[in-house]
């Protein structure tokens, strides 16, 4: 999820109770909650790099601890004041697996057995960035301000304040589970749909569905078969159509796409991709030359390209230049 999200949480937390555990927990649980995203410092090395190390280690079940000491270190050296060792530790632990659970709903996905897998594992049910989720944790963070504005009741004594900001943080995060189970059922149910139909004829032999980033209605699904990917878009109010899906023919075999995938950046590439579609035209520049694409379906599609990469090929199967790019204009 975004760093919002997971700031919203980890200072959400800390009002439902974990305050109680240890001094200065509200900043403390604020950067818990994106501890594990301290791998954009890979995004130094170039965007390959930023790809093969974004949700790597700092994001797996084995760095969890670690990744809570972090916090709790750096809340004691720049406060300058005691913490509860143990206490602290905890609460900064269950803020850093809130943020790999978040991470898990959504379709960019996260590698939380590595060292030992690599498998990234994505649930699919909520985008990176989900504006109903936003709206729904502002509200209980801003509800005992609020509240104090216009409640005349509550501007006498700080303890009623206090109890207010925690029944707002259960609400909160009641309403965050509820949220996620609610996405679950709707991905489930938009994922059936996008199954139960015949594409040009042809029946699924893979279906994947993925998440509007305002309304959880609006899904977005890529259909495999054995000779194209259909892209359809759904909405759960209303009738599907799958004649109105964008079609997108797989390659015949080609030596220009075997000659790519000696390529590192492709090889990088395809650790990611999950729906990877290979695109062969010809070389603008190169006599016999080819140019190889290859796309991830879940975030894009040749007509408006999310991550993919590049390569060119000449007639005697050499790479000539390869290019990786987060979704920039194809080539021409």
């Given at each position: 999820?975004?760093?919002?999200?997971?700031?919203?949480?980890g200072?959400l937390?800390?009002?439902?109770?974990?305050?109680?555990?240890?001094p200065?927990?509200?900043?403390?649980?604020m950067?818990?909650?994106?501890?594990?995203d301290?791998?954009?410092?890979?995004?130094?090395?170039?965007?390959?790099?930023?790809?093969?190390?974004?949700?790597?280690?700092?994001h797996?079940?084995?760095?969890?601890?670690?990744?809570?000491?972090?916090?709790?270190?750096?809340?004691?050296?720049?406060?300058?004041?005691?913490?509860?060792?143990?206490g602290?530790w905890?609460?900064?632990?269950?803020?850093?697996?809130?943020h790999?659970?978040?991470?898990?709903?959504?379709?960019?996905?996260?590698?939380?057995?590595?060292?030992?897998?690599?498998?990234?594992?994505?649930?699919?049910?909520?985008?990176?960035?989900?504006?109903?989720?936003?709206?729904?944790?502002?509200?209980?963070?801003?509800?005992?301000?609020?509240?104090?504005?216009?409640?005349?009741?509550?501007?006498?004594?700080?303890?009623?304040?206090?109890?207010?900001?925690?029944?707002?943080?259960?609400?909160?995060?009641?309403?965050?589970?509820?949220?996620?189970?609610?996405?679950?059922?709707?991905?489930?149910r938009?994922?059936?749909?996008?199954?139960?139909?015949?594409?040009?004829?042809s029946?699924?032999l893979?279906?994947?569905?993925?998440?509007?980033?305002?309304n959880?209605l609006?899904?977005?699904?890529?259909?495999?078969?054995?000779?194209?990917?259909?892209?359809?878009?759904?909405?759960?109010?209303?009738?599907?159509?799958?004649?109105?899906?964008v079609?997108?023919?797989?390659?015949?075999?080609?030596?220009?796409?075997?000659?790519?995938?000696?390529?590192?950046?492709?090889?990088?590439?395809?650790?990611?991709?999950?729906?990877?579609?290979?695109?062969?035209?010809?070389?603008?520049?190169?006599?016999?030359?080819?140019?190889?694409?290859?796309?991830?379906?879940?975030?894009?599609?040749?007509?408006?390209?999310?991550?993919?990469?590049?390569?060119?090929?000449?007639?005697?199967?050499?790479?000539?230049?390869?290019?990786?790019?987060?979704?920039?204009?194809?080539?021409?």
């Open positions: 999820m975004d760093p919002l999200t997971h700031t919203a949480t200072l937390l800390s009002r439902a109770g974990l305050n109680r555990w240890t200065g927990a509200a900043a403390m649980l950067l818990a909650a994106n501890a594990p301290i791998d954009i410092v890979s995004a130094a090395g170039g965007s390959l790099n930023y790809l093969h190390y974004h949700r790597h280690l700092t797996s079940l084995v760095a969890m601890p670690a990744m809570a000491l972090l916090p709790v270190l750096v809340v004691r050296l720049i406060g300058r004041k005691p913490v509860n060792w143990l602290a905890c609460a900064s632990l269950i803020a850093v697996a809130s790999l659970l978040l991470d898990w709903t959504n379709s960019y996905g996260i590698r939380l057995l590595l060292p030992f897998s690599p498998r990234w594992l994505h649930l699919d049910w909520t985008n990176v960035i989900d504006l109903c989720l936003w709206a729904g944790l502002g509200i209980c963070l801003l509800g005992p301000f609020l509240a104090r504005l216009v409640g005349s009741e509550i501007a006498s004594g700080a303890p009623l304040n206090r109890r207010h900001g925690r029944a707002a943080a259960w609400t909160a995060l009641a309403f965050l589970l509820a949220y996620e189970g609610a996405r679950a059922t709707f991905h489930a938009a994922v059936a749909i996008f199954d139960s139909r015949l594409y040009r004829q029946a699924p893979r279906t994947s569905a993925f998440p509007d980033a305002a959880p609006r899904w977005r699904g890529v259909v495999e078969t054995a000779d194209f990917d259909a892209v359809a878009d759904l909405d759960l109010a209303a009738d599907f159509d799958p004649s109105r899906a079609i997108f023919l797989k390659p015949e075999p080609d030596p220009a796409i075997d000659a790519a995938r000696q390529s590192a950046i492709f090889r990088q590439f395809l650790t990611f991709a999950e729906i990877p579609l290979w695109r062969v035209s010809p070389a603008p520049d190169i006599d016999g030359g080819k140019l190889v694409e290859v796309f991830d379906l879940r975030f894009g599609t040749p007509l408006a390209p999310g991550p993919m990469a590049s390569t060119t090929v000449d007639g005697q199967q050499h790479i000539v230049r390869a290019n990786f790019q987060w979704g920039l204009p194809r080539p021409r």
